[in-house]
Every structure is written in structure tokens, then in C-alpha cells.
């Protein structure tokens, strides 16, 4: 199982996969905001999307898991 | 610790200020509510602010008269909350609202919110705020006030199609921008058609959302330019004076990092024409208040009006140290029907100023760093003031931007600035999240700061360099 992280708090802006997408190193997956700054989450490896943890507009912390492949 | 600018300061007397204004609410957070709070507090005038939950521990939380909970952490729902702001301000009793920077200083809606209860907007009248704050309106204003604007399209641009026309016409590379747009959110620049035609969707979508409107125009881009403004103030009878420029030329993503006066590039002649030009725009909407022209200058010296901000600017400590004023009790007495406390030939000008805005994030990717300040010190120094909106052991959180203190740095000339400057960052130490302390030292050691022969590519220039 492989997993995307947040690298720094924020708000989630948009989940950008739903389960069942296949990733692809590099592409984005979702984008954060943090101080008025838009930040693009990207996979770093190639997979499928097992789980999506969490929604558009919910606050995260550095650290916490966002999407979940297979 | 010595302050030039608060001994300046001692001429003028409470008892000399128009009577009206006794309690300001400063709808506002973070260093800009603490250096408001200052001038109210020398002033003999009552203060109010308030906070977010995520702000609750700040420092200018306790130094105010009174201190008012506002709401949860994200803006929309505390700073940018006219309801509560304006309950806030009514139920204490003040008489005004100072709004700082940023949130909802340039909200023309939110002034006349205020007018209608009876309060005074320490600011501009919100026709002038909506009129500049549609960049579009502000360019035609402005060419009809006989200003050189950027060229570019004479109105919004309706589609992709209509811009590639425009920009094939002014010539490529172009800045695409969003007419309601600000903190270069909504911005780009495009080198050809096909990045055009690609930003334009794209930043159409980012300007609805941050800015409730999608009309976007086109510039052309300067690509080795200067970003120089004009400071100007006007009463409500009539008078208008500049405080002249700083140059804010070092930028990030198009924010300012590093502001400085006078500029190290212009000369006495563009500066007069540049100033002159500033007076001739804000006479011509009959500015009252604080306000900014940006200019772009090119490398032959050639201006251009780029927008005005018609608020107190993040680096007004630079002008406040070049002349010896107080630019926010300035404003207060404006606001409280006075006129201006000095006319042109009394403004004075002397020695060099720098601001550094540190900033809570990576030094190399300018990406944010919130998190707990566990350390923040730093040694004292004459002619280093510091507004800063954090102490040790607060935490910097992921809802405002990241500027976390302004350090201006002030002396007789540039050359004693840079000195200075590079001795008082060696004694500041920052732990528990990363600030652009080490890009202020790269660059005050660098040729091209040192010899002021910079532009606004500074620092994409580094990064290359660097990568």
C-alpha cells in the first residue's frame, strides 16, 4: 500500500481522483492552500486509487495521510 | 530602544487633533493591528481588535483597550466578516475602523457598510476604492488623466480568441491579469500565443473564484523593469502631497520582498516626473487618505502606471523613516476632517531605508513553513525597527499569509544599510519553521543588490543560478 502525505497544513482546495483512478508518477492530485498560497499535491509513484481521506474544504495537518493506492 | 521616527513624532500634540475620533476599531491582525495600535495609543485614542480563534494567543491581542473574538480561523469567516466586524465596532463603541492591509481594506462594499451605521472608514471614499479596484476602470481613468499606462488592451479582454488578437498586436511576451485581481493572484505572463491561450482559461477560473469576477486584460510585459510607486496622501479639502518612492523591485510569485528608498536606479529627473505624475492621478479622483501609485519603470527610465492601492501599504515604514512621519496617525487625522499637517515643501527626505519582509517559508522553493516559532531572537540594534506580529512560542498557522515581521533598516546611506542589515540577520535565529532569513543574506552579499543595478527578476535570476 502506498500512500500520499500532506506535506504542510492547510485547507484541501480539490481532490482531483476519485477510487479506482489509475496515477501515474507526477500527476496531480490534489491541490491545498496554505498562507494564500496554492500548493499542487502530485503522486510520486504509479498506482490505483484504493481511498480518498479527505474532502474540499477540509483543514489537514503536515503529515496526514490524502489519498490511499494499491 | 532609540526610534527616529517616534522622536520625530513628539511635535505633534494630542490636543492639536480634530476631537471626534476617540475609539478606532483595527479590523486587522498580525504586526499591521500592532503598529495601528501604537499611533492610536500615542494619540490619546481608545482601541479595539479583534481575533480568530487561530490568533487568540498573538501578541497584539492584549494591547489593545479592548480585544473582541470575531469567528473560526479561516478569513471568510472572521477578518472578512462585515456583520461581525461591524458588531464588533458597535457594540464597543468606536467611532472608526482602521483595516490595516489586505482583508477588507479595498472593499468598497464594505465601506459604505460602514458609512451607513454612522461610523468613519479610516481610508478612502468607496467610489474611489471601487473605481481603482477595477484595474480596467483604473487604466482608462488613468490615460484620461494623462498618466503613461502599460500598453495593453484598451478594456477586458472577452475571450482567448480577442486576447491572441491583442497580444499579436502589443507584442508578445504579455502579462495576462485579472481586472479585480491583487497579490499577484490571477497573474501570468505569456511568452506566445499557446501559453496564452492556455493561461486564460485557467486564470479566468482562479479570478471568479478568489475575486468573485472573471474579466481579465492585457499588458504588455516588462520584462526587465523596475516596480517603483509613489506614495501619496490627500485631505478632504482639496490638498494633495507625494511622500516619494520605494522601490519594490525584489519580488517572489510577483510579491514584494525587499522595498527600498530611494530607489538605487532613478534619476533626480524621472523621479520629479514620476512624482509629479503620482499628484496629477490622485488630484484627478480627488484621493483623500493614504494611497499608492505603482509605476513599472523600464531600463530607459520610461514609466507606466500599473494600479493603485488605495490603503496603507505592508512597506510604509520605509517612507516613515526617509521623512519622519507617522503615516498612520496621518491617516487618523485625514479621517477626522483635518488637512494635511504639512504642505509639500515641508516633506523632507533623508539618508536610506530598507524593508525585509520575513516570511514563513523555504528560502529555495518560496514555499509556506507554518508551524510553532520555538525560537525568535534577535539582537537589538539602533536604526533597526522591527514590526512584527509573532513572539516566541506563538504559532504561525496555514490561514493568513506568511509574513511574520518587517525589519526596517535605516541609516545615512545604502551602502551603511546593507552593513547593517547584514549584521542584524547574523543575530537572528529563527527555529521551529523556515524563513527566507538565508535569501536576505545571499542577497545582501550579492554584486547585483550591492550595486542597486537590480530589476524584478532578481530572484528568478537566483533561482536559476542556483538550480
Known amino acids: 500500500m502506498k500512500q500520499i502525505d500532506a506535506a504542510m497544513a492547510g485547507t484541501v482546495l480539490s481532490v482531483l481522483v476519485k477510487k479506482?483512478?489509475?496515477?501515474?508518477?507526477?500527476?496531480?492530485?490534489?491541490?491545498?492552500?496554505?498562507?494564500?498560497?496554492?500548493?499542487?499535491?502530485?503522486?510520486v509513484e504509479d498506482g490505483v486509487v484504493s481511498d480518498v481521506k479527505v474532502d474540499m474544504g477540509d483543514f489537514i495537518n503536515e503529515g496526514d495521510t490524502l489519498i490511499v493506492m494499491d | 530602544m532609540p526610534n527616529i521616527l517616534y522622536d520625530a513624532l513628539k511635535l505633534n500634540k494630542k490636543d492639536e487633533r480634530g476631537d471626534t475620533l476617540k475609539k478606532v476599531l483595527i479590523a486587522n491582525r498580525g504586526e499591521i493591528a500592532d503598529r495601528i495600535l501604537r499611533t492610536c495609543e500615542r494619540l490619546g485614542i481608545q482601541t479595539v481588535v479583534i481575533y480568530s480563534e487561530a490568533d487568540k494567543d498573538l501578541p497584539y491581542v492584549n494591547k489593545a483597550t479592548e480585544s473582541v473574538y470575531i469567528g473560526a480561523p479561516p478569513a471568510q469567516k472572521s477578518y472578512m466578516n462585515h456583520e461581525a466586524v461591524l458588531k464588533?465596532?458597535?457594540?464597543?463603541?468606536?467611532?472608526?475602523i482602521h483595516p490595516g492591509y489586505g482583508f477588507l481594506s479595498e472593499n468598497a462594499g464594505f465601506v459604505n457598510e460602514v458609512e451607513n451605521r454612522g461610523l468613519t472608514f479610516i481610508g478612502p471614499d468607496a467610489k474611489t476604492i471601487?473605481?481603482?479596484?477595477?484595474?480596467?476602470?483604473?487604466?482608462?481613468?488613468?490615460?484620461?488623466?494623462?498618466?503613461?499606462?502599460?500598453?495593453?488592451?484598451?478594456?477586458?479582454?472577452?475571450?482567448?480568441?480577442?486576447?491572441?488578437?491583442?497580444?499579436?498586436?502589443?507584442?508578445?511576451?504579455v502579462m495576462l491579469k485579472a481586472s479585480a485581481g491583487g497579490g499577484g493572484i490571477g497573474m501570468q505572463r505569456c511568452s506566445n500565443e499557446q501559453q496564452l491561450v492556455k493561461a486564460f482559461a485557467s486564470n479566468q477560473a482562479r479570478a471568479k473564484a478568489y475575486f468573485g469576477s472573471s474579466e481579465m486584460f492585457i499588458e504588455k510585459a516588462i520584462d526587465n523593469g523596475r516596480h517603483i510607486e509613489i506614495q501619496i496622501f490627500g485631505d478632504s479639502k482639496g490638498n494633495i502631497v507625494h511622500l516619494f518612492e520605494r522601490d519594490c523591485s525584489v519580488q517572489r510569485r510577483n510579491q514584494k520582498v525587499i522595498e527600498e528608498s530611494p530607489s538605487p536606479f532613478l534619476s533626480d529627473k524621472t523621479r520629479k516626473a514620476m512624482t509629479e505624475a503620482a499628484v496629477k492621478a490622485?488630484?484627478?479622483?480627488?484621493?483623500?487618505?493614504?494611497?499608492t501609485i505603482e509605476f513599472i519603470v523600464d531600463e530607459n527610465e520610461q514609466f507606466y502606471f500599473l494600479e493603485m492601492n488605495t490603503?496603507?501599504?505592508?512597506?510604509?515604514?520605509?517612507?516613515?523613516?526617509?521623512?519622519?512621519l507617522d503615516l498612520v496617525e496621518w491617516?487618523?487625522?485625514?479621517?477626522?476632517?483635518?488637512?494635511?499637517?504639512?504642505?509639500?515643501?515641508?516633506?523632507?527626505?533623508?539618508?536610506?531605508?530598507?524593508?525585509?519582509?520575513?516570511?514563513?517559508?523555504d528560502p529555495e522553493t518560496y514555499l509556506p513553513s507554518p508551524g510553532p516559532l520555538s525560537t525568535f531572537t534577535y539582537r537589538e540594534m539602533e536604526g533597526v525597527r522591527i514590526d512584527k506580529g509573532y513572539s516566541e512560542g506563538n504559532s504561525v498557522t496555514p490561514f493568513y499569509d506568511p509574513m511574520i515581521a518587517k525589519?526596517?533598516?535605516s541609516d545615512s546611506n545604502r551602502a551603511r544599510v546593507i552593513e547593517k542589515a547584514d549584521a542584524f540577520f547574523n543575530t537572528f535565529k529563527v527555529e521551529g519553521i523556515k524563513t527566507n532569513i538565508p535569501l536576505f543574506q545571499?542577497?545582501?552579499?550579492?554584486?547585483e543588490f550591492k550595486d542597486g543595478n537590480y530589476t524584478t527578476q532578481i530572484l528568478n535570476k537566483k533561482k536559476e543560478r542556483l538550480s
Not at chain 1, 20 to 43: C, N, T
Open chain 2, 130 to 173: 471601487a473605481l481603482m479596484g477595477d484595474k480596467v476602470k483604473a487604466r482608462q481613468t488613468m490615460s484620461a488623466a494623462g498618466v503613461p499606462v502599460v500598453p495593453g488592451s484598451d478594456g477586458a479582454v472577452k475571450n482567448a480568441d480577442d486576447a491572441c488578437v491583442i497580444a499579436a498586436s502589443i507584442g508578445y511576451p
Open chain 2, 442 to 447: 545571499r542577497l545582501l552579499e550579492s554584486g
Open chain 2, 331 to 361: 491617516q487618523i487625522r485625514v479621517a477626522d476632517g483635518e488637512a494635511l499637517p504639512l504642505s509639500q515643501s515641508d516633506i523632507n527626505y533623508n539618508g536610506h531605508s530598507m524593508e525585509f519582509r520575513l516570511y514563513a517559508e
Open chain 2, 282 to 291: 490622485a488630484e484627478y479622483v480627488n484621493y483623500k487618505n493614504a494611497g
Open chain 2, 88 to 96: 464588533a465596532a458597535k457594540d464597543a463603541g468606536a467611532d472608526a
Open chain 1, 20 to 43: 479506482g483512478d489509475e496515477v501515474k508518477a507526477g500527476d496531480q492530485v490534489a491541490m491545498l492552500e496554505s498562507m494564500k498560497m496554492e500548493i499542487p499535491v502530485e503522486a
Open chain 2, 311 to 324: 490603503r496603507l501599504q505592508v512597506e510604509h515604514p520605509v517612507t516613515e523613516h526617509q521623512t519622519g
Open chain 2, 407 to 409: 525589519i526596517i533598516v
